[in-house]
Structure formats: C-alpha cells, structure tokens
C-alpha cells in the first residue's frame, strides 16, 4: 500500500511563493516508483497537469501556464517530492494533489492514468 501526503498549501498574495511536499509512505510490500507527478484542479475546473518528474530526474516536464515559475524536484533517500511555486498568480489557486507511478507504462506524462496513487490534496489560494 502506498500512501501521498500533501502539505504545504496556503493562502499567499498574487507574486508570492510556495513550497508543496508530498511525503510517500509504503506501509506494506516494497514498491518502486517510476515517476511522480503534480497535478491541481480548480473549482468547476477538470484536474490539469502541473509538472513530472521521472525518479531518475532524467525526464522533467511542466505544463506551459506553470513554466519558468514552478520547479519539481525529488528526494530519493527521503521518498519526498516538493513542488516550489514562485511569482504566483490567481489563476494558480487550486487543490494541488500528488500522484506516482509505480507500474512503468508508456502512457503520456501529463495524463492521470498514467499515475497508480494519489494524495488528498493541499490547496492553494492566491490572492488578487
């Protein structure tokens, strides 16, 4: 069984920066991770791609709206996965769930599919 726990959601002003941790727990077996993966999803709005990562690091990849301002990375001793969010918009604001891949498929990054578990989420808020 693996578990993704999200945090480090808030409320931040337009231009403000935050720092999202997803946190995995294997409580039973052993499982390897391929590839982790954020994704958000706004009120009334169908959950987006945010940014993946392969667990190498070899392969990243971000949504266009988010590039250039959010940057994924990974910590393999601590199973971590962080997202860090700079110069934030309104248009940011969104649960922003973690996900990971653990069955290898050659299913398309930005697709949920891809990815065997997921988080609760941790919102996030910018204001205007």
């Known amino acids: 069984q693996v578990q993704l726990i999200e945090s480090g959601g808030g409320l931040v002003e337009t231009g403000g920066s935050l720092k999202l941790t997803c946190v995995v727990d294997?409580?039973?077996?052993?499982?390897?991770?391929?590839?982790m993966a954020w994704f958000r999803q706004a009120p009334g709005k169908e959950r987006e791609f945010v940014a993946s990562?392969?667990?190498?690091?070899?392969?990243?990849y971000y949504a266009d709206s988010v590039k250039g301002r959010f940057t994924i990375t990974r910590d393999n001793l601590d199973d971590t996965l962080y997202l860090q969010m700079n110069s934030l918009k309104p248009e940011d604001t969104a649960l922003y769930f973690c996900?990971?891949?653990?069955?290898?498929?050659?299913?398309?990054?930005?697709?949920?599919?891809?990815?065997?578990?997921w988080g609760q989420g941790t919102q996030v808020t910018v204001s205007s």
């Open positions: 990562i392969r667990w190498n690091a070899l392969n990243i």
């Open positions: 294997v409580s039973r077996g052993s499982y390897r991770i391929s590839s």
């Open positions: 996900a990971a891949e653990v069955v290898l498929s050659n299913t398309p990054y930005y697709a949920e599919d891809k990815y065997d578990y």
